[in-house]
């Protein structure tokens, strides 16, 4: 592991979260056991892992537990070729807000969309059309909306929303409380205006994804590393979005084939040393 050096003090442990993708191979009770059991506290839950059981009963599930849930992953594609397949699409997001009132989950974080061919200014469009036309639900739940940016890399076929910038633009254009952004570092460590697009976000910061990237990446989705693995500087990152108020979880949201291949309870042992030293 890399050491980070900017002086920013570790996080409190009870900001803990760790998705349920991280630890992929488990099952949602499993993994509300193993969590419990290594004593992290709070859970993003992905909606595969809400399938086998539904929501109301991993709802019933989640609170038996105590943990705290942060987010519900994940809503959004809705760029689509056709009239049909957008309205799909908000059918969609419209079931994940429901979902995650049912399990507690006060956020959906939206990986916004994109579709080969389409070009992206449409896209873009699109993306605001579909998170406006859910708005009116998401407010009425009592949930809240995320546009998470991903990284370049992904703005062909995943996700057209690329820089906090655009995320910041259409959370402004939308002007509703309920939208708001989320910052994940694995996707915008690169960009030379973070710092001042995290200001220019303000409370407006729904949620923080924290891992690294790998030098050299092996695989440009499943080969996140844990934090300090890689050369993202997120304490510094993490300390531009507190100086905005934000004091919510930190995420821990790993893609990695080789850390999926660990025993599970290893890997939260690891991820808890790597948030107290690298976080």
Known sequence: MTTQTDGTTPPDM?????????????SLAEA???FTAAGIPGIT???????PQGSDVSGRMLRDSGLRVASLCRGGFFPALTAADRAKAIGDNLRAIDEAAAIGAPLVVLVSGAVPGLPLDEARRQITDGIAAVVPHAEAAGVRLGIEPLHPMYAGDRCAINTLRQANDIAESLATPVVGVTVDVYHLWWDPDLESEIRRAGPRILSFHVCDWRCPTR????????????????RRIRRWVEETGYDGAIEVEIFSDELWAEDPRVLLDRIKTAYREFV
């Open 14 to 26: 009870r900001r803990l979260c760790v998705h349920t993708m991280t630890v992929k191979r488990w």
């Open 32 to 34: 509300i056991e193993g």
């Open 45 to 51: 839950v992905w909606r595969q892992h809400l399938e």
């Open 219 to 234: 695989d440009l989705l499943n080969d996140r590393g844990l934090m300090g693995e890689g050369c993202i500087p997120v």
